[in-house]
C-alpha cells in the first residue's frame, strides 16, 4: 500500500500500489487552497483510496469541486472534481513517499505564474544570511 497523510498526523490515508497519473495543476485555485504556486497531484480510482484514521474537512472550492484537508494542521490532501466522482485526486506532497511520484504533464498552465520557469536553475542559499 502506498500511505500518507497531514502534517500533524490526526488524517492518514492509504491507496493501492500502482502507477498514478501525476500532474503539476497551476490553476489559481490549487495556489489559493495550498499557498504554493502550484499543487502537484495524483489520479486515484476512489475504489482504491480509503481514510485509515480521521477524517478530513472539507471545502466546496468551485462549482465543480470539493477540497479536503485537515482541519487541525490544514494539510490539503485531496480533490474531487464533480466531473470525475470515480477519482479523487491527492496531493503528493501529503504522501509519505512524494519522490516515487514524478509529475508526468502540467495543467492550466494559461494561469502559471510567470516567474516559476526563472526558479528551476536557483542554487540554494540561506535566505536569512
Known amino acids: 500500500m502506498i500511505e500518507g497523510g497531514c ?12 502507477e ?12 489559493r487552497f495550498s499557498g504554493a504556486p502550484f499543487v502537484t ?10 481514510y485509515t484514521s480521521g477524517n478530513p474537512e472539507s471545502i466546496r472550492s468551485s462549482d465543480g469541486g470539493m477540497r479536503y484537508f485537515c482541519a487541525s494542521c ?6 474531487v472534481l464533480d466531473a470525475y466522482p470515480k477519482y479523487i485526486d491527492v496531493t503528493v506532497g501529503s504522501l ?24 528551476e ?6 535566505p536569512k544570511a
Not at 497531484?41 to 480509503?50: A, D, S, Y
Not at 490544514?74 to 480533490?79: L, M, Y
Request: hydrophobic fraction near 35%.
Open 74 to 79: 490544514g494539510t490539503p490532501i485531496a480533490c
Open 121 to 126: 536553475e536557483l542554487q540554494e542559499t540561506d
Open 41 to 50: 497531484w495524483i489520479v486515484v480510482p476512489t475504489k482504491g483510496f480509503e
Open 20 to 31: 498514478y497519473r501525476t500532474a503539476n495543476c497551476h490553476c489559481s485555485m490549487c495556489r
Open 96 to 119: 509519505d513517499e512524494p519522490d516515487r511520484f514524478v509529475p508526468t504533464m502540467a495543467i492550466h498552465e494559461d494561469t502559471k505564474l510567470a516567474w516559476l520557469a526563472q526558479t
Open 7 to 18: 502534517f500533524c498526523g490526526k488524517i492518514r490515508y492509504a491507496l493501492k500500489e500502482r
